[in-house]
């Protein structure tokens, strides 16, 4: 038994589940569920539930040596929620430092200048940074310390047969799924940088994102010794 291997797959499953239940505080949220979709239009829900689940399996096979059977699952969750959290880390991240308006919602706030003591003004909605970071970063960089310090390498088929489909699939789904629940949320989608565009612009969006995941599992893979 590696506690080192506990550490981290227990470590980073409880922050994860910490920073989603963190949600339910959120003055944001009766707003969000009560739209089409709720939680699940969101990609970063999506990211930290696989990133999640790939914990809590990683962890059963630290403890439970014996269930050998759930490696495969293990290194299939691995190979489809690693880059899946890359992309998600990499996209926030971007945007919350240099365009924050693109990924963050707005909320109405009471206007401490204004004379009106009841005006309200549109304001950027910043969740606690360590909610943020539990669930932006934390899954990321949890399952690259996953990859690098207790995984070997994935073959060639894997990387360049069954990963390109893994994310063709699910950016597919996604998209679809995101634009659907658009449509029934009167044309607002779970980020204003999907809102803000036209449908073309949204489905280069769905596109890139899309290649950015098998190319970024391809350059952690050949990093890996």
């Given at each position: 038994m590696s506690f080192s291997r506990i550490i981290l797959h227990a470590g980073a499953?409880?922050?994860?589940?910490?920073?989603?239940?963190?949600?339910?505080?959120l003055e944001v949220y009766p707003e969000m569920t009560a739209q089409y979709g709720g939680f699940w239009q969101y990609l970063t829900i999506q990211g930290i539930y696989l990133s999640g689940l790939t914990m809590v399996v990683s962890l059963m096979l630290d403890v439970f040596p014996m269930f050998g059977s759930l490696r495969p699952l293990k290194r299939l969750l691995l190979m489809f929620t690693l880059p899946l959290n890359v992309v998600i880390s990499s996209i926030y991240w971007s945007l919350v430092l240099f365009l924050p308006a693109m990924i963050l919602q707005k909320t109405k706030a009471?206007?401490?200048?204004?004379?009106?003591?009841?005006?309200?003004?549109?304001?950027?909605?910043?969740?606690?940074?360590?909610?943020?970071?539990?669930?932006?970063?934390?899954?990321?960089?949890?399952?690259?310390?996953?990859?690098?310090?207790?995984?070997?390498r994935y073959s060639h088929k894997a990387i360049n047969v069954l990963a390109p489909l893994l994310a063709f699939a699910y950016t597919v789904w996604y998209g679809w799924w995101v634009?659907?629940?658009?449509?029934?949320?009167?044309?607002?989608?779970?980020?204003?940088?999907?809102?803000?565009?036209?449908?073309?612009?949204?489905?280069?969006?769905?596109?890139?994102?899309?290649?950015?995941?098998?190319?970024?599992?391809?350059?952690?893979?050949r990093m890996h010794t």
């Open positions: 499953a409880s922050i994860i589940f910490y920073g989603y239940n963190g949600l339910k505080q009471l206007s401490d200048d204004s004379p009106s003591y009841h005006a309200m003004i549109e304001m950027l909605f910043y969740i606690p940074l360590d909610m943020d970071l539990a669930l932006h970063a934390v899954p990321a960089i949890a399952l690259t310390l996953d990859f690098f310090l207790f995984e070997r634009e659907r629940c658009g449509a029934r949320n009167n044309g607002m989608f779970p980020y204003p940088f999907l809102t803000n565009n036209p449908f073309h612009t949204r489905l280069a969006i769905y596109a890139g994102a899309g290649l950015i995941a098998p190319l970024s599992f391809r350059l952690l893979n």
